[in-house]
């Protein structure tokens, strides 16, 4: 599994012209889903997203996380962090991303778990699969990446 995290002051999708979601302060996460991902991945980094200390405190230190600022999660599904490495060519291969119909089940698991760990109501997500545009204010700019892979 592998997680881009961005900081942002707001971020929202936009699925057919329209906003399907948007949020004020707190974090646009990204999220790629591997083969061979599972329910121990969705567990330790659907906590960490939400325990990751990287809003500022009172002395301008990033000590605080999302919970702390009371801010709002957006989770975007994003196969195309899968890309394996590229020995010759120019054209990227998601060898490495999971079939689409067990990517959707953990992409809905990662959005339910994180819903446990923080608010329901301040996490949102886009659409499995759907075209998406992304817009965002990223706040800093400081984004993070975060991989996880546990042996089976």
């Known amino acids: 599994m592998i997680i881009v995290v961005q900081r ?36 330790y980094l659907s906590k960490k997203i939400v325990d990751l200390r990287i809003f500022n405190d009172d002395n301008n230190k990033m000590n605080l996380s999302v919970k702390d ?10 196969f195309t962090l899968c890309t394996e490495n590229q020995k010759s060519g120019n054209r990227p291969s998601f060898f490495n991303a999971e079939e689409g119909q067990r ?34 204010v990223n706040d800093g700019p400081v984004t993070i990446i975060l991989k996880k892979k546990f042996d089976v």
Not at 11 to 37: P, S, T, W
Not at 111 to 133: C, H, L, P, Q, R
């Open 8 to 43: 942002v002051e707001s971020a929202n999708v936009v699925i057919e012209n329209k906003i399907h979601e948007q949020i004020k302060k707190g974090l646009l996460v990204f999220l790629g889903i591997e083969k061979g991902d599972s329910d121990k991945e969705i567990e």
């Open 69 to 78: 600022i009371n801010g709002e999660i957006l989770i975007i599904s994003q």
């Open 103 to 136: 990517a959707e089940a953990l992409y809905s698991t990662f959005i339910e778990k994180t819903k446990i760990y923080y608010d329901k109501n301040k996490v949102k997500s886009g659409i499995f699969a759907a075209m998406m545009k992304i817009n965002l």
